[in-house]
């Protein structure tokens, strides 16, 4: 158990300042040797308990009767805590969604859908947000007389604001879905992502609320709220609990759903045609 914890805090914290290391001399700024020959040897080390580890998880799976491959993908779980393999997963999908915006693509909603667009109330403030990151990587290239820190600082500067558009790219082209068939898919970037079937609506309405606190908030009641700039406009009643997963992997059951939508209205009016349209299945002859 203590190799795993061990384990666990290097894939958490070593790999990815090798990683950051990486980045760093791909653009070409010039890092101390001593420092890239310290990186270097932790994560030598981290590999080698990495390997001693999941090598032993892995010899454990097999003993129980796993195949290779699920014992190979049991370690890695075990070593890997859900936070980082999650946050991992969201980044990519992140800056996969950045291409998606550059060609004006949406991702996951299928022909006879209803994109329903959530980014109204978060836009000023994101780009507000790229703005702020420029002026700052402009500021600290004129203050910090040393090049080697100004490199390193720019190459961070630059992800970042590069990592800001992504988030705002992944909300963009991962709208609310409202489905042919009445199903509701509700998503925030490539944080969240909550399918309700058609069948789980009970009611939906319009209504603003200003709810506090995080991105994904759970109440007691049971309420699930996804707010968008610090607002929901749509309440959705579920006809029994239904379960979702947080971004970072906690899971909880909702009983209602509100999230926001530019355009409350259309996603009402979707889910209302949807559930009350009469049903195509012809009658059985006789």
Same mark, same amino acid.
């Given at each position: *158990?203590? /190799? %795993? !914890?061990?384990?666990?805090? $290097?894939? =958490?914290?070593?790999?990815? &300042?090798? @990683?950051?290391?990486? #980045?760093?001399? *791909?653009? /070409? %700024? !010039?890092?101390?040797?001593? $420092?890239? =020959?310290?990186?270097?040897? &932790?994560? @030598?080390?981290?590999? #080698?308990?990495?390997?001693?580890?999941?090598?032993?998880?892995?010899?454990?799976?097999?003993?129980?009767?796993?195949?290779?491959?699920?014992?190979? #993908?049991?370690?890695?779980?075990?070593?890997?805590?859900?936070?980082?393999?999650?946050?991992?997963?969201?980044?990519?999908?992140?800056?996969?969604?950045?291409?998606?915006?550059?060609?004006?693509?949406?991702?996951?909603?299928?022909?006879?859908?209803?994109?329903?667009?959530?980014?109204?109330?978060?836009?000023?403030?994101?780009?507000?947000?790229?703005?702020?990151?420029?002026?700052?990587?402009?500021?600290?290239?004129?203050?910090?007389?040393?090049?080697?820190?100004?490199?390193?600082?720019?190459?961070?500067?630059?992800?970042?604001?590069?990592?800001?558009?992504?988030?705002?790219?992944?909300?963009?082209?991962?709208?609310?879905?409202?489905?042919?068939?009445?199903?509701?898919?509700?998503?925030?970037?490539?944080?969240?992502?909550?399918?309700?079937?058609?069948?789980?609506?009970?009611?939906?309405?319009?209504?603003?609320?200003?709810?506090?606190?995080?991105?994904?908030?759970?109440?007691?009641?049971?309420?699930?709220?996804?707010?968008?700039?610090?607002?929901?406009?749509?309440?959705?009643?579920?006809?029994?609990?239904?379960?979702?997963?947080?971004?970072?992997?906690?899971?909880?059951?909702?009983?209602?759903?509100?999230?926001?939508?530019?355009?409350?209205?259309?996603?009402?009016?979707?889910?209302?045609?949807?559930?009350?349209?009469?049903?195509?299945?012809?009658?059985?002859?006789?």
């Amino acid at each position: *158990m203590r /190799g %795993v !914890r061990g384990a666990r805090v $290097v894939a =958490a914290a070593v790999l990815p &300042a090798e @990683l950051a290391v990486g #980045v760093c001399l *791909m653009a /070409g %700024v !010039r890092i101390p040797v001593a $420092v890239v =020959a310290g990186a270097e040897g &932790a994560v @030598l080390l981290a590999v #080698v308990l990495e390997t001693v580890v999941l090598g032993g998880l892995w010899r454990e799976g097999r003993r129980a009767g796993a195949g290779r491959r699920a014992a190979a #993908v049991g370690a890695l779980r075990t070593v890997a805590p859900v936070a980082v393999r999650r946050l991992v997963v969201h980044e990519l999908r992140a800056l996969h969604s950045l291409g998606l915006w550059l060609v004006r693509r949406r991702h996951g909603v299928p022909e006879g859908a209803l994109s329903v667009p959530y980014t109204g109330p978060q836009t000023a403030m994101m780009y507000g947000l790229v703005f702020v990151s420029v002026v700052e990587t402009v500021m600290l290239a004129l203050l910090i007389p040393w090049p080697v820190v100004h490199r390193i600082l720019l190459v961070l500067d630059v992800y970042g604001v590069l990592l800001v558009l992504a988030l705002h790219a992944a909300c963009v082209c991962r709208p609310h879905v409202v489905g042919a068939d009445g199903s509701l898919r509700v998503r925030y970037g490539a944080l969240f992502d909550l399918l309700v079937p058609a069948a789980s609506v009970a009611a939906v309405r319009v209504e603003r609320r200003f709810p506090q606190g995080r991105l994904v908030e759970h109440d007691s009641d049971g309420v699930l709220d996804l707010a968008v700039g610090g607002q929901t406009t749509v309440t959705v009643e579920l006809s029994a609990p239904l379960g979702f997963v947080r971004p970072l992997g906690g899971r909880g059951q909702a009983v209602a759903v509100r999230f926001h939508a530019d355009d409350p209205r259309a996603v009402v009016a979707a889910l209302t045609r949807a559930r009350t349209a009469p049903s195509t299945i012809p009658d059985p002859p006789g």
